[in-house]
Each structure stands twice: as C-alpha cells, then as structure tokens.
C-alpha cells in the first residue's frame, strides 16, 4: 500500500492523473516491487477530455466525479486508491452489483460495507482512512495522496514495523529499454493479489522461540510493506515515444500463475460479473466475426475476457479472430513472395482465398490491383459462387424479409460485373466477394425473421389453446357448483381447483404449454366431480320420491282410520300438496308425515308436542355451533358414533376451512319412544382458505337416540336437495 501511495504520488507530481487505478493495473515483481500499469486513460491535468460528459474508466474503481463526466482532478485517484485499499485488506470490493448499472448505482448513492464486517481483525486506523478516502465529494477526502500516505506510515510505526529491507528508491524504467525487455519484466510479474499475499520471511526456530505473539493486526504489515521501491515503469508509459507506445500497447496479454496465498489473508469472493455488459460485449464480438472485421472483434472479445476470464464464448471468439488474422497476413506475405518471383497465377490464387475471408483487406485489394490481368481464374470462381449464394438469399426470401442487405448486395454486384467485363479481374474479385457477404447477410437475415415469425405465430397458437382450454374449465368448473360439487365430490373438486391453480401459474409465466396442460387436467378432474354429484342429486331425488310416495300413503292410511273435521291436519295435508308441486319433495314428505300424524292422534295438544321437541332443537344448535367453531371434539361428543372415513373428512374439511356457516332448518321431527328422526334442511356456506367460497343445500334426515335422558345423533344421511 505504501508503495502503490508513492507510485501515484510521482504522477501526480509529473500532473498526471491515472484514472483507472485498479487491481489488474497494479502488478508486483518476483523482487516484489510494486509497478502501475496501463496508463491509456492517464492525462496531464490541464486536459479537458471529460468536459463533454464522456465516462472512462473501470466502473467497480471509479469515482463519483468520473462516472458523472465532470471534470476531474488528482483526487480521483484517492477515490480509486480507497476502493483498491478496501478490495486488498478484505478481498472485496466496496462497490459490488450484479450489472453495470447496479455498480453505477452504488458507487454514486451507497456507502461501502464497513470493513470490520468482512474481516473484525482489520485495525480501525485503516479501515478510518480508507473510508476517508472513499467520500462521495472530493472535499472531504484526502487532498493530496501525501496525506494518505503519512497515516499509512504512522500505522505501520505504531506496529512497530521498520523500514522494508528491499529499499526505498524510486526505480524508473527509461524508455530506452526494448520492447522484448519490457514484456520479459511483464511476463515475470504475478498478480497483485497473489504478490499482498506472500509472507515475510520467517525468523529462524529460535528467533522463533523468543518472539512474544504478535497482535492479530500485524498481519496486515505485509500489505503495507511490500517494499518502499516503486513504479519502475511509470515514466516510461507515460512518456513513451509513439513507435514504442504502439509496440507495448500491441503486446499480447500476460497471463502469471499466482503465488501461495498467505494465510492472514481470507480468500477473495469473486465479484459478481457485469452480466449486461458483458453480454453487450459478447454480442459485439460476435457480429464484428461474422461480418469480417477480425481485428475489432478480436478487442471485443479482448474486453470480454477481462469481464470474464474464464468465459468459453469470448476465448473462441478470440481463438476464432487470431486465426483469421494470421491467416490473412501469411495469404498476403506469401502472395507478396510469389508476385515477386513472377508466379502470378499462384500470387492470384492466394489472393482470392484471402478475399473470401476478407473481401476489404486493403493489402489483399491493393495486391489484387496488380495482379489484375492474371486473377481472370479467380474472377470467374467469384462469379459463379456469387450467383449460387444470390440464389440462396432469393430462396429464403431476403427480397422481401430484408430488403435494405439484399438490394445493398444488388448494388455491390452492378459495380463487380462492370469491373469484370472491364478485365479489372482484380478488383472484381474483391468486389465480388464483399458482395456475397451481403448476400449471406441477408440469407441470414431473412432466415431469422421468418424463424422469429414462425416462434411467435407458435407461441400465439399455444396461448390461445391455454386460453381455450381455461374457458373450457372455467364453465365446467360453473355447472359442478350449481350441481353441488364442492360438497358431494369434495376431493376431486379440490383436486380440479389445485390442477387448474398451476395452470394459471404457469400462464402468468408465459409457459402458455404447460398453462393448457393445467388446465386441461383441471378440466378432466373437474368432470369427474361434476359426474359424481349428479349421480349424487340422481340418487337423492330417487330417494326423496320413494319418501314422499311413502309418506303420501301413510297420510292416506291415517285418513281412512280418523274421523273427518280434522281441520289442522286438513291444513297440513293441503301445504304438503303445495310443495310437493313446487318440487320440494323433501318438504313433501315431512308435511305429508306431519299431516298423517295430527290424523292419528287429533286431541294431542300442540304444547305436548313442542315440549318433546325442544331437547331435539337444542341438540341441533350444538350441532350447527360445533360446525361454526370448527370443534371436532364438541361435534363427536354429541355425535359418539363419528369415526373412521367419515371423521377424517370432516376433520380435513375443518382444516381447509377459513370459516363455516351451517343453517339447519327443521321440517319434521318425529319420536318413538327413544328413537327420534328429525328432517331438516341443510344450508352449508364456506370460507376456504384460498379465499373461495362454495355453498349447497340438502335435505338432511337425523336419527337420534336418547339415552340417560339426552339425545345424541346415531347416524346422518345427506340427500340433494332442488
């Protein structure tokens, strides 16, 4: 840290700002001097290069003030340096997001994470400075790296450290040194990561022995100590003349294999990639390929390997370009070497197979010109692939499907054939092979659109059958609520809602596929319920007919036994008639019964009657409040006989439920003895915890049973209702 403070000094003290101070810039020697690289956003501090709102820099390590494009001053490094700091003592960076704008963001509105959170150990003296060093305004920063650098030099005294032993004189690589010199030193240079983590070395065993433990903080001496010796190269990249700026500008890229991490050090997180961005940089690459500009897509995909190193796509991309290249300049170098030996015809083939890799290589173009009386082979050649490749556009409709490629490809074939016919062979070839580019462009073009136009017609087509098999659901889903579904086939019902509910999810996702199957399962499970409960309303109204017809002879019979004048069984008989034509047939029934009986027994008092009746009344009310309460117990304590199947539906139907309403309205109650029979009308309303609210009603006969003076249920049979 010391040395990378005066490395950055010394520019500033020369007006340089670095502007992009960041990890990959700042690289440690096998003697373990510190070296600041890339100095290609670097500018003297009177230039205005950011006065028009252009953003430079690495976004992760950029200052406020940078990302905005105002104009900038030395104190954009201290930002930098701070952010650099933070990133070498807890292995992350202050500023993390998961895309470019997410950095952006944070580095313009966040504070950093306090560092003590990532590693407890770290001294406060400089985790203080470094949060100093990161304030959003300049002013409240350090104002010269000078500042940082005496508290940086306190600290270390404060430990008890001395001066490094490797020396503390500036090192400058002049610009004399040769290229080969500068990329050997390069080469020999490892990461700075792995460079902060070497540790000192070790006293001897008795040294060893002797030394007290030291506090867990002196573990950061070795990132503040690597030595006092300092940017060795710094001058010369500033500096540099052109020709030699251009050689080390041109240098491939350095790969070093890291040292052993010391243990004082936590491993670092890796930063979570710019996804965007490097997606941005990835398409680029791509396009640069495939229309022939190797050398850009070759930076590209440069750009996206320090994104992502490991990326598989940018290293082909850049596999792919070098290749290109190379070939290129051998096509070129050895069409040179036969033009020169009078081997025209040869010179000309090589040329042409240069140019149908790269039709606009100025080299191969220029070569061409010369050799234009001699490339009538390669014309020809040209000439016929080109109509071939024209023919396959046509095909997959580039005429119409992209229009502005193929009629550019029409324009570049009218100026190739006047070159032809003219004998400019040459020329012609280039031409011609620049034109088959666009062809391909457009085939390509074409190919995609309609590929595209397929995709959405496919995916218009599946939404609509989603949609169709939802409304599909939706009516049967109607009728089986209207035929009581929700309560004769209660499972399969539920199962329908659940089936049709992922379908809708999957709708809401897009998946319009997997939306039909949910709801055409749905579908095939909510018929199933709705067969269920009309068999069910079959086979109750069955039962109430059988009843009435029952009942109706049972009147019949007390008819003829009583005397006439009985004017309240008269009344009875006459409203049972009534709703017998109404199709109450359950009601029917119970009036017909109740008509027969006040024929049988026309002197017992009504009193009579409701006092054997209100025990029955008050058993109904418990029955209706332990619904009400969801009490299982109370409900099996006046119920004894509740058990097996029939209690653990009841028990599930208590914990599917929000809430429940059920309404028991009597029609007839009928004793004998310690046997009563009780038909009532049954209103059930539900509240479930989806937030859906089925309801039936049913005609309901109880058998009672009173034993030690109370009455209890036997047994329930629920019939549909109309």
């Known amino acids: 840290m010391v040395e990378i403070c005066?490395?950055?000094?010394?520019?500033?003290?020369?007006?340089?700002?670095?502007?992009?101070?960041?990890?990959?810039?700042?690289?440690?020697?096998?003697?373990?001097?510190?070296?600041?690289?890339?100095?290609?956003?670097?500018?003297?501090?009177?230039?205005?290069?950011?006065r028009s709102g252009q953003v430079l820099g690495t976004p992760n390590y950029m200052s406020p003030e940078q990302i905005k494009g105002t104009n900038l001053d030395h104190r954009t490094d201290i930002f930098s340096l701070g952010v650099l700091f933070y990133e070498l003592l807890t292995s992350r960076k202050p500023f993390e997001g998961d895309s470019y704008t997410s950095v952006?963001?944070?580095?313009?509105?966040?504070?950093?994470?306090?560092?003590?959170?990532?590693?407890?150990?770290?001294?406060?003296e400089l985790s203080d400075m470094i949060d100093r060093a990161l304030q959003k305004e300049p002013e409240k920063r350090f104002q010269q790296v000078d500042e940082m650098l005496r508290e940086l030099e306190a600290f270390r005294h404060s430990l008890g450290g001395s001066q490094p032993t490797s020396g503390s004189t500036l090192s400058l690589d002049l610009p004399s040194q040769s290229s080969s010199d500068k990329t050997a030193v390069t080469r020999s240079i490892p990461s700075l990561r792995s460079a902060v983590a070497v540790r000192p070395p070790l006293p001897s065993e008795q040294e060893a022995k002797e030394q007290p433990p030291q506090p867990s903080k002196f573990r950061y001496i070795a990132a503040i100590s690597l030595s006092a010796a300092v940017l060795s190269i710094?001058?010369?990249?500033?500096?540099?003349?052109?020709?030699?700026?251009?050689?080390?500008?041109?240098?491939?890229?350095?790969s070093s294999t890291p040292s052993p991490r010391s243990p004082s050090f936590p491993p670092p997180t890796p930063a979570a990639p710019a996804d965007a961005e490097l997606a941005r940089t990835l398409k680029s690459a791509r396009h640069l390929l495939e229309t022939r500009k190797y050398s850009d897509a070759a930076t590209e995909a440069q750009q996206a390997l320090e994104l992502a190193p490991d990326n598989s796509d940018a290293t082909a991309i850049l596999q792919q370009a070098r290749e290109r290249l190379e070939k290129i300049e051998q096509g070129n170098r050895q069409a040179r070497m036969l033009h020169a030996a009078g081997k025209y015809e040869q010179a000309t083939g090589v040329l042409s197979e240069v140019l149908k890799i790269a039709p606009s290589d100025?080299?191969?173009?220029?070569?061409?010109v010369q050799l234009d009386r001699y490339a009538q082979k390669g014309a020809d050649e040209a000439l016929a692939e080109l109509k071939q490749v024209k023919s396959r556009s046509e095909e997959a409709g580039a005429?119409?499907?992209?229009?502005?490629?193929?009629?550019?490809?029409?324009?570049?074939?009218?100026?190739?054939?006047?070159?032809?016919?003219?004998?400019?062979?040459?020329?012609?070839?280039a031409k011609l092979f620049e034109t088959m580019d666009l062809y391909r462009q457009a085939e390509k073009a074409a190919r995609e659109l309609r590929e595209n136009t397929r995709k959405a017609a496919e995916r218009t087509q599946l939404r609509d059958q989603a949609e169709s098999a939802r409304q599909a659901y939706e009516r049967e889903r109607s009728r089986a609520v209207e035929a009581g579904a929700e309560g004769k086939a209660a499972n399969l019902f539920r199962e329908a809602s659940r089936l049709a509910g992922e379908g809708q999810a999957s709708w809401e996702h897009g998946d319009f596929q997997s939306a039909r199957r949910g709801y055409e399962a749905g579908l095939t499970s909510m018929q199933k319920a709705l067969d269920t409960a009309l068999k069910s309303r079959q086979q109750g109204e069955q039962a109430l007919q059988t009843d009435l017809d029952s009942a109706h002879a049972a009147l019949e019979a007390a008819k003829r036994e009583a005397p006439s004048g009985n004017q309240r069984a008269e009344e009875e008989e006459a409203r049972a008639v009534d709703l017998a034509r109404q199709g109450k047939l359950g009601e029917a029934a119970a009036a017909f019964r109740q008509?027969?009986?006040?024929?049988?027994?026309?002197?017992?008092?009504?009193?009579?009657?409701?006092?054997?009746?209100?025990?029955?009344?008050?058993?109904?009310?418990?029955?209706?409040?332990?619904?009400?309460?969801?009490?299982?117990?109370?409900?099996?304590?006046?119920?004894?006989?509740?058990?097996?199947a029939q209690e653990r539906a009841i028990k599930e139907e208590f914990e599917y439920a929000r809430s429940i309403q059920v309404d028991l309205q009597v029609v007839d109650i009928q004793t004998s003895g310690d046997q009563?029979?009780?038909?009532?009308?049954?209103?059930?309303?539900?509240?479930?915890?989806?937030?859906?609210?089925?309801?039936?009603?049913?005609?309901?006969?109880?058998?009672?049973?009173?034993?030690?003076?109370?009455?209890?249920?036997?047994?329930?049979?629920f019939e549909a209702g109309r």
């Open 234 to 254: 710094v001058l010369f990249l500033v500096f540099r003349p052109p020709w030699r700026k251009a050689e080390t500008d041109q240098a491939p890229p350095v």
């Open 6 to 50: 005066e490395g950055v000094i010394h520019a500033h003290e020369n007006q340089v700002i670095h502007r992009d101070i960041k990890p990959g810039n700042v690289l440690v020697t096998k003697s373990g001097h510190v070296k600041i690289l890339d100095f290609g956003l670097a500018r003297m501090v009177s230039s205005d290069i950011t």
């Open 676 to 717: 009563a029979t009780v038909i009532c009308r049954r209103e059930y309303r539900l509240l479930t915890v989806d937030g859906r609210k089925p309801q039936s009603e049913t005609r309901t006969t109880l058998h009672l049973k009173n034993s030690g003076g109370s009455w209890t249920i036997e047994s329930i049979r």
């Open 104 to 124: 952006i963001y944070k580095v313009l509105q966040a504070d950093p994470v306090p560092m003590q959170h990532h590693d407890p150990n770290i001294p406060h």
């Open 362 to 368: 100025p080299e191969a173009r220029r070569l061409s």
């Open 399 to 429: 005429p119409e499907l992209a229009q502005s490629l193929f009629d550019q490809a029409k324009r570049g074939e009218q100026q190739a054939i006047p070159l032809y016919t003219s004998r400019q062979f040459g020329q012609a070839s």
């Open 595 to 644: 008509a027969a009986s006040l024929f049988h027994s026309p002197a017992h008092s009504e009193q009579t009657i409701e006092v054997q009746r209100q025990p029955i009344l008050v058993l109904l009310k418990r029955y209706e409040a332990a619904y009400v309460n969801k009490d299982l117990a109370a409900l099996k304590n006046i119920w004894p006989g509740l058990g097996g």
